[in-house]
């Protein structure tokens, strides 16, 4: 720094001294102008006077008061005055005055000398050679003063320009954009992540010593010994452009690393100044060979290759380690115009381009040259890396979309919500935004929990599935969408989604947000920012079990009757079943789920739950609240619109015996130097949900479904599988959700703006199979199991009889079923029955009259308090008053017999 401080100080120091220098000229000039005045008038004096009578100049000098003979002697010390006298300067003859005041006359001051140069002459001077000399002296003058107030307006300006120089701040140099790293569960690099700069770092160590030198010898040939800037090689520069067309640049490896990263790239004498002053700073700071590291690391090589790291993959398809003295020549004689010199449009030029190898070529033939000429090759190595060829990639990567786009892109929108939630930030979109940014720019490493199987078997699966239901409407199958670019996109309608999760562990394995591959970044991905209705799906989540929670059991009773429902709120008071029938009086808890009765859920749910319960757990299990409607459809008919992931999960945790655990797309994030960021194991949230006993029915009630109730299409060999079946009302979305022992997942058909689909598209017409398809690949090779281990009495679970009327403990006259319970949660004793006959026609009480066909056998059912509940009007049938008599068919009217009687008359009034 004692270098920029003398700098500093010598700028300021000129600066001062020509202004001093202006201000001595000044009064020169003004001296000179009075002089040339006097000198003019006397040259048409009219006094008389004879200009030969004047004494030569010669025997004159001009000296102080007290320098006059006789004059006045020296004061004494005790009268000296406070002020210094005036000085009389007078003209006296040099014979007057002593030999030392002599010599020391003859002596003349700058000033005096210089009005000397307008001392009166002997003879009479020629007027016109007198005018052309003083004119030559003036104009050297002005010259003077011109050239001297450009001098100090240029150092002023420096001045200026220095102290206006930004701050040398390092951690602008060293705070580079870096790509990002995304790997599988196994630890495989699936894809770099990056921003408009794809650079990675490369230690100079890993840096080829032909590669550091081709950038030294064509860049900078004075590297490891300027200061900082190269004045031989600036003078060159301005030789060379005055000399040329083409301008040469001058500036050093470290000006141009400080133009990259602290100035602009505006052509201006002042950035190139602040860049000079800058450049030795950093000198002062940095080594050169972190210079040098610094600055194969920032520059930009074509496309968005930033560095040499990037570059020798993106061009060459290799590691720096492997780049041969040719190739190492490419990419510094591509540094000078990344764009007309790049190797892959010289080497694969599109129709019509002027573009040729050799453009690239003569380039690196310089290259080699100039590394030859300073002592870095040999001539032998020379002429092999001439005659050498390239190999370029033709296709670059960036215009590839990375692989798994689905799963990739979810994964950085966890680590996203992952980083605020660790910096106590809101998790809003421009939140969001700032997150993402960082991933692209800080190099990070990020080990997702994508099985690669998995993930494939999920992709080609929904990818190349052929039987997606139909739409109601044949127009609505394709859907127009306007991307960001203002182009529009055609997406196949209807559309899918699926999740899979190891629900053990609770880390995703498989994710995929369509039925179409993408063909660009962050399409729509369905799997978790969709959330289309679910249906039926949601009822073990939401109904069920819960209700296990509250006491209930598989065997418990909920009367499945056209009804109304205290608390379900829509015209009718009750929902309807699939189809519009299926009553069935009496149903068990495990049938209800089995057949997806509708009226047996919201009976459940409003009889057993409460809605606000319901939605707590829904909450419990990770759903977003938002996505949740809080009403009787919304709970137990799946109108709520839940993301796959989040139905996913939800299943993964009845599996899992009750237990939540936040579902992970990635298990840590380090930086560029290793170091952990974010570690989503240690910070994974568990909590238990439902109680084991209830997980325990739960599961077993759902391995019902599958085996014998509406998901047998789902069910595959060699596999313990549970599940549930969902088909929105008015056929808008159908859908599956089930697990093993080993996976949970859930899958989703549906329009992306709710269209109806074809009337026969249920879940276990479409989900079911489709489901089926991707599971039982996945699970090849896998060995069946219990999904929960151990024996019911492990999860506080025992099995019982109970009246199949009630639901209750049975009496001797009771008809009974066996069925789970949790300990400590059998249900009370029944009360017994009454038998009653009901005419099915009018549905209230058979009197004698109603046809035996129409007359059926009801038990009468109790509540919890012992009263009974009906499903039939307590009245007599009001259809069937009176016996019905049957013509006898052989009693009159046919052929030879007698004629029918007639009629009798009503009675009289």
Known sequence: MDFLEKLKAALAKAGAAVKNFFFAIGRTVKGWALALAGFVAGLFRKDGRDNKDRRPKDDYVILAEEDLPGGPAAPAAAAAPSRKPMVIKKAVEKSDLPKAKREKGDKKTFGQFVRSCFKPRTKSPNFILSVIVTTAKLMIVFVLAFGMAGFGAVMGVAQAYVDTTPTLDVNKIEDQDLTSFIYDADGNLITEYKNIENRVWAGLDEIPKDLQNAFIAIEDSRFWTHNG????????????????????????????????????????????????????????????????????????????????????????????????????????????????????????????SSRTPARTDKRTDTVLLVMYQQGYITKEQ????????????????????????????YAIYDVCVHLLADRKMPNTSENRALMEQEIRTKGYHIYTTMDPNVQTVLEDTLYNWENYPKLANSNHSKMLVKNGDGSVSEIIQPQAAAAVLDYHTGELKGIVGGRVAPTQQKELNRAYRSTMPVGSTIKPLSVYGPALDKGSNPATIFLNV????????????????????????????????????????????????????????????????????????????????????????????????????????????????????????????????????????????????????????????????????????????????GFSPYYASFVWMGHDSNESLVSNATGGRYGAPLWKAYMSKIHEGLEDKPILDGEPADYGVKRGSFCSITGLAPTSSCPTTSDYYADGAYPSRCPGHQTVSICTESNCLATEYCPADKVEQRVEVYDDDGNPIKDYTDSPCPIHTAPVTTPDPNAGGGEGGDPPAEPTPPPAE
């Open 382 to 409: 020379y002429e092999a890396a001439k005659s050498d060829t390239l190999t370029v990639r033709e296709q670059s990567d960036d215009t590839k979309l990375y692989d798994h786009p689905y799963f990739v892109e």
């Open 562 to 737: 056209a009804a109304k429902i205290d608390g379900w709120d829509s015209p009718k008071g009750y929902p309807s079943n699939y189809g519009g029938g299926s009553f069935t009086g009496p149903t068990t808890m495990r049938n209800g789920l089995k057949q997806s009765y509708n009226v047996v859920a919201a009976r459940a749910l409003l009889e057993k739950v409460g809605i606000e319960e319901s939605a707590n757990y829904l909450m419990n299990m990770g759903v977003d609240p938002s996505h949740i409607s809080h009403d009787g459809s919304g709970l137990a008919l799946g109108t709520s619109g839940i993301t796959p992931i989040e139905m996913t999960v939800g299943f993964g945790t009845i599996a899992n015996s009750g237990v939540y655990m936040e579902p992970l797309s990635f298990t840590k994030v380090l930086d560029s130097e290793g170091n952990v960021v974010l570690d989503a194991k240690a910070n994974q949230v568990t909590r238990q949900v439902f109680k084991p006993s209830s997980s325990f029915m739960l599961v077993d009630m759902m391995e019902d479904v599958i085996t014998s109730g509406t998901g047998t299409t789902a069910r595959f060999s060699g596999m313990t599988l549970a599940g549930k079946t969902g088909t929105h009302s008015d056929y808008k979305g159908v859908a599956f959700g």
């Open 229 to 352: 800037i190269d004045i031989k090689r600036i003078a060159g520069a301005f030789v060379n452009n005055l000399q040329n067309n083409d301008t040469q640049g001058g500036s050093t490896i470290t000006q141009q690393l400080i133009k990259l990263k602290l100035l602009s790239s505006e052509q201006s004498y002042k950035r190139k100044l602040q860049e000079a002053y800058l450049a030795i700073q950093l000198e002062q700071t940095y080594s050169k060979e972190q210079i040098l590291e610094t600055y194969l690391n920032t520059i930009h090589l074509g496309g968005s290759n930033y560095g040499v790291k990037t570059a020798a993959e993106d061009y060459f398809g290799k590691d720096l380690s492997q780049l041969t003295l040719r190739e190492c020549a490419t990419l510094a004689g591509m540094n000078q115009n990344p764009y007309y010199y790049n190797v892959r449009l010289n080497y694969y030029p599109s129709e019509g």
